[in-house]
T-cell receptor
Framework: SQKIEQNSEALNIQEGKTATLTCNYT??????LQWYRQDPGRGPVFLLL?????KEKRKERLKVTFDTTLKQSLFHITASQPADSATYLC??????????????FGKGTHLIIQP | EAGVAQSPRYKIIEKRQSVAFWCNPI?????LYWYQQILGQGPKLLIQ????????DSQLPKDRFSAERLKGVDSTLKIQPAKLEDSAVYLC??????????FGPGTRLLVL
């Protein structure tokens, strides 16, 4: 069955440094991969989508890479700030096709940026 | 643009009682999803609607959970009877037919 692994332990990073989060998956050949941010008591918020034919995607201080051979995505936040503290979720389409599929999420990584 | 609305925000019930959650998606979004998020886990898809038709309900525990989207706009999710393990946050999301999903704030359910 499909499986997504994220480091669910808290990741502590000093303000100003680059935070790197990992998402590994098995038994998948997804057409795309998404990253969401979730704050306590709130629903997830979409951040970035990267397609299977893209190696890297950037948005402001965020960068995502997608290695379909390793079955891994890395999510980077550069010049991290305390406001970046949240849980970050990796998500793949429930069926390996594209379009508006329901998502399968990892457990998320809790990121803490310390001043 | 108004986001996805959900109500109630919190609900406490005893086991074997029934409960219903309501979701109003972003205007014009044809796709609507219900997810269950247990504490410490990522959201798990329960059911996906396209307009008023069910696209995927393979992970919905149909012996106790039901959902409808009769007019292709708002939706209700019902649990009857509730079990202790149903304690979770129930998230509704909508989409415009693209990959991005927009989530509501969720309904936090505690079953005692």
């Amino acid at each position: 069955s499909q499986k997504i692994e994220q480091n669910s332990e808290a990741l502590n990073i000093q303000e100003g440094k680059t935070a790197t989060l990992t998402c590994n998956y098995t038994n998948y050949s997804p057409a795309y991969l998404q990253w969401y941010r979730q704050d306590p008591g709130r629903g997830p918020v979409f951040l970035l989508l990267i397609r299977e034919n893209e190696k890297e995607k950037r948005k402001e201080r965020l960068k995502v890479t997608f290695d379909t051979t390793l079955k891994q995505s890395l999510f980077h936040i550069t010049a991290s700030q305390p406001a970046d503290s949240a849980t970050y979720l990796c998500a793949l389409p429930g069926r390996s096709g594209g379009g508006a599929d329901g998502l399968t999420f990892g457990k998320g990584t809790h990121l803490i940026i310390q001043p | 643009e108004a986001g996805v609305a959900q109500s109630p925000r919190y609900k406490i019930i005893e086991k074997r009682q029934s409960v219903a959650f309501w979701c109003n998606p972003i205007s014009g979004h044809a796709t609507l999803y219900w997810y269950q998020q247990i504490l410490g886990q990522g959201p798990k898809l329960l059911i996906q609607f396209q307009n008023n038709g069910v696209v995927d309900d393979s992970q919905l525990p149909k012996d106790r959970f039901s959902a409808e989207r009769l007019k292709g706009v708002d939706s209700t999710l019902k649990i009857q009877p509730a079990k202790l393990e149903d304690s979770a946050v129930y998230l509704c999301a909508s989409g415009a037919g693209q990959e991005t999903q927009y989530f509501g704030p969720g309904t936090r359910l505690l079953v005692l």
